[in-house]
């Protein structure tokens, strides 16, 4: 039998709240078994371009990668974000290492095509390099990804982090039984966004299309549940959403989902 | 036997010359057998601070390192210049992983103790963890080290480069037999700073001693010194100083130390 993985994801909300951060990666070094951490940006990247005069540029939600903005995403997330996460967990014994997609050739990826729209140094994954991973978790090292990647060819990419977290959790679901979860600041996919207790508990595919055509999931969580559906129809047991919470304690509400 | 280990410190020089940076990188992918890499910061964190506001604190030539400022180096050193730079190693299919001392816990320090000066958040090195960086040598992976390193206690702390380089070789010399090659901008040890060909092609202590009575060695190379000869003290076999051509061609003239 697959020995159990959780991979868990954490969004800009958590980093940007220094407090619950560190609560946080408190209960993250307790979580039992192998463990994978993959954290997102947080306004921090945006904050930076701000102060050094560089305006965000953003396309249908979706932040334009310029060489400015690649310097500066590569600086928070791979650098001040990274490595404070990694720095954090050490002092709770939980033995991370902080990587990107280019460490030990982690995430292969490639720099989006052009069509519609140019994204910039925006990093599309083709491979995930899971006996790499493997290796760190067969010798009790917990990987810390951020959202960085490469194309092995000299080029730093910046990538979605819900999508390293599924493209991840894909790769090593063939060596381990994989779960993976999604935190953000609601408890879960909700049939009200503005009623905490309206969590919707179970969605299958069947569910998701219905509740896409009525419009209850809609714009950012239409790109979060593909992702979360690609994963579960590429090998992953199990993909949970729901607040940072979650990690400790499942007798909350939040949304399970299933193919 | 043991087997060789081939440590490679570059500075700020190198790394501020976009071009000299990139053939270095392609000339280090080809270095033989096990090896390490350690960079300095260069020139890209000052410029950075300046162009936040911030105001470089120097005291006899040291970095004084306040929050900002470790904000700024963990972002430039860990993030920036990292991960650049593990990326175009990968590129020459050099399997590089660009590390901090808290990835791993591969170093850990302690904030400099005030007596004079208050540094801020520089850190002495305690440990590095010699056993994980073998880990990583026996996978074929080539650690890329930045000098930022970690307490422990969840905090980040600037490092000297020139020290994470002996220390790092003194740590490793348990288990191979290390050569720790310092490359700057000049040819060697110089009689004369401004006659490129007067490098002094052997120094040992005594001579060490006696350079530094007639004040040939002098200021920045006083600390390098001190460094190499610890490490040469404590189990490393040898100690190179030139210019990043060494690495690929030792017939040029540099400077070897010896005990």
């Given amino acids: 039998m697959k020995s159990k993985l959780t ?54 939600g979706r932040r334009i990668t310029d060489a400015a903005n690649l310097e500066i995403v590569t600086m928070v997330y791979a650098g001040l974000l990274n490595k ?67 194309d092995k060819n000299g080029q730093i990419l910046n990538t979605n982090a819900d999508t390293i977290a599924s493209e991840i959790a894909k790769a090593m679901s063939r060596d381990f039984q994989v779960e993976l979860v999604y935190c953000f600041e609601k408890n879960g996919v909700m049939m009200n966004i503005d009623d905490e207790n309206s969590v919707i508990e179970k969605i299958n595919k069947e569910k998701y299309q219905q509740l896409k055509q009525e419009n209850i999931i809609a714009d950012g969580m239409l790109p979060k549940l593909e992702n979360c559906f690609d994963a579960l129809q590429n090998g992953v047991d199990k993909v949970l959403i729901g607040n940072p919470d979650i990690i400790k304690n499942k007798n909350q509400k939040f949304t399970t989902l299933s193919i």
Same sequence: chains 1, 2.
Avoid: W
Avoid at 27 to 41: P, R, T
Avoid at 42 to 49: C, D, L, S, W
Avoid at 86 to 96: P, S
Avoid at 120 to 144: Q, R
């Fill in 7 to 60: 991979i868990i994801k954490i969004g800009g909300n958590i980093i940007n709240d220094e407090n619950q951060l560190i609560g946080f990666l408190s209960d993250f070094s307790q979580v039992e078994g192998y463990k994978i951490l993959v954290h997102g940006g947080g306004k921090r990247a945006t904050e930076m371009a701000s102060s050094l005069g560089l305006e965000p540029k953003m396309i249908g």
């Fill in 84 to 150: 404070n996460i990694t720095a954090q967990l050490q002092k709770h014994n939980c033995n991370a290492i902080g990587l990107s997609g280019a460490d030990a050739n982690c995430i292969k990826a490639h720099k989006r095509i052009v069509r519609e729209i140019d994204y910039g140094f925006a990093g599309d994954v083709d491979k995930v390099n899971n006996d790499t991973i493997k290796a760190f978790l067969d010798n009790d090292i917990t990987p810390v990804f951020c959202a960085i990647t490469h």
